[in-house]
């Protein structure tokens, strides 16, 4: 189960429907959705799990590397809402066990899956938007929906937690960072960099720092890169040009770029922690620099230990 898969349960089972993917959401003055479509789309090798939603596909026969298109009006007029309130934000994980639960989440995992994936799709976006996804989240409570392998369950898990309102918290999760820091793009430039690529990334995501866009510029690359961006635990947003070197690389970035701040890291660094919130530090005391930067340090791994070790003197 997914998400849509998760909506077309709920869908079945007789709940209010109003998307499975694109909605309008409003914060202001309380949090509200608003339906856009009265279709739904399923994969391909989904569809044989909802049978009883085959007569509504709009093509029955569905390409491989396609999903199946189904109309839902005016079959399942009764159940579509063209507004309902927003109670809540669940991001759903599969997991290997038949009884679906939410729990709550962290403060910081919700922003990003509500925040990034929208705003790489959404024209004009930018630190507004997120902004916007930030106040909305922080106004609601947050969970993680664990999805099950039982789809009864599931709809059963999710009904039950829509009566049981009154019981959940204001606040879950860990503490966030405060909501005004700027939004920061980190540009990673790639020259077959296939083993470097994840270690980098976690250590961006180590930062512990609330508003990031991460782009990785892939320069002509003829390793595993693309396979390793697409194995990294977070959304990222990923362009592959031909071989131009790490400038052209660097300025492909900043043209994709729509935070406020701009940090380059290269794909053999690794950042320590709290660096961004140090350097945006100095931008925010001192609004009349343009740059910040940090010493370099040579490190070297220590695989009995698995840390890294510093060598030598940052200054020299």
Aim: glycine letters at 6%; a negative charge; charged letters at 25%.
């Amino acid at each position: 189960m997914g998400k849509s898969s998760t909506a077309l349960a709920c869908l079945e089972a007789g709940f209010q429907f109003m998307g499975d993917d694109y909605v309008i959401v409003r914060n202001d003055p309380k949090p509200t959705v608003y339906g856009l479509y009265a279709t739904a789309k399923i994969n391909r090798e989904d569809i044989e799990r909802f049978s009883a939603l085959r007569p509504h596909l709009s093509k029955q026969e569905v390409p491989v590397d396609e999903k199946a298109v189904l109309s839902l009006h005016p079959a399942f007029e009764a159940q579509l809402r063209k507004e309902m309130p927003l109670q809540a934000i669940a991001v759903p994980r599969v997991v290997d066990r038949e009884e679906t639960e939410l729990v709550p989440e962290a403060d910081s995992v919700v922003r990003e899956a509500a925040s990034f994936t929208t705003m790489s799709q959404l024209p004009y976006a930018g630190d507004h938007t997120l902004r916007l996804f930030t106040a909305l989240c922080d106004s609601l409570p947050k969970y993680r929906i664990e999805l099950g392998r039982n789809r009864e369950r599931l709809t059963g898990a999710v009904r039950a937690f829509l009566s049981d309102g009154a019981g959940r918290p204001e606040k879950n999760g860990a503490p966030s960072r405060p909501a005004d820091l700027p939004l920061v793009s980190v540009i990673i430039p790639v020259h077959n960099g296939e083993r470097f690529v994840a270690e980098a990334v976690n250590s961006v995501l180590a930062q512990d720092y609330p508003a990031l866009e991460i782009i990785i510029i892939d320069d002509g690359s003829t390793d595993g890169t693309g396979a390793a961006v697409r194995r990294l635990p977070c959304e990222v947003h990923y362009f592959k040009q031909g071989k131009h070197g790490p400038a052209a690389a660097r300025n492909r970035g900043i043209r994709d770029a729509s935070g406020d701040f701009v940090a380059f890291l290269d794909v053999d660094d690794l950042w320590p922690k709290h660096t961004l919130l140090r350097l945006v530090g100095e931008l925010l005391r001192q609004p009349e620099l343009e740059v910040a930067r940090g010493y370099s340090q040579v490190m070297e791994y220590d695989p009995s230990a698995g840390v890294y070790e510093y060598r030598g003197n940052p200054k020299e």
